[in-house]
DNA sequence: TAATTATGAAACCATTTAGTATCACGTCAA
DNA sequence: TTGACGTGATACTAAATGGTTTCATAATTA
């Protein structure tokens, strides 16, 4: 699968996001991070491992345990994918502010 | 379902992506896009509901028409979401970059 | 070395998703 | 006012998704 699609994939499920937002806190083992879910650790590895295909995260192994950390490289790429539009809402956004403004004159 | 939901799984579909892009160029009819696409209306349809539910388009009755446009102000939420992120990465971005130059002496 | 711990992996299940085909409905033009 | 046109909506299907349970494997540690 292609890797912008990969990462909107990993991006789609509320719980892959909220695993993003502890793991910006600090590394986490697959148990750590487990800990913090009402599922079963088998369930969490997968989301993790999608997490990893969307290059959202990175793992590094240390003895028996994984060690998952954010990827800010593969995180800023997804930031980046909406910059395609920049000059689209800066221009509408403004245009509407000012609409809003004579509305209230 | 809640908004971030509704935004994120509105964005997980290459051809929904693809949609927000031509809508960038201009407003169109569900007829005007499907003609991008080897599918089905019916199919597009579906896909522009979900953009809909996304907040990331806006719909304009127009006699039997129905117009669709990018909606700047849910883009932009979606946008935002990544800022949760910005000290993270601005933080690890630059250790990686004079990481990279150290080795580079 | 044996037990424990952390993880990997496979099989299975229910639900959602992305597509199809089909038909109904409102609007516009001749 | 009768078609034709643009759309809405439903029923159906195959595949993907998000979860479970269960078992295997590799690394520690007593």
């Excluded at 699609?5 to 996001?17: E, I, N």
């Excluded at 083992?29 to 969490?44: G, L, Q, W, Y």
């Excluded at 954010?70 to 800023?76: D, H």
């Amino acid at each position: 699968m292609e890797q912008e699609q990969l990462g909107f994939r990993a991006l789609a499920d509320v719980t892959r996001r909220d695993i993003l937002r502890l793991l910006a806190e600090k590394d986490m083992t697959i148990a750590e991070v487990a800990e913090n879910f009402d599922m079963t650790r088998a369930a969490v590895k997968k989301h993790l491992t999608i997490l990893q295909e969307g290059d959202l995260i990175s793992v590094h192994v240390s003895g028996r345990s994984r060690v998952n950390a954010l990827n800010p490289i593969g995180l800023k790429q997804m930031f980046d994918w909406f910059s395609y539009f920049d000059a689209f809402w800066e221009d509408r956004l403004s245009t509407l502010k000012s609409e809003i403004e004579k509305d209230l004159q």
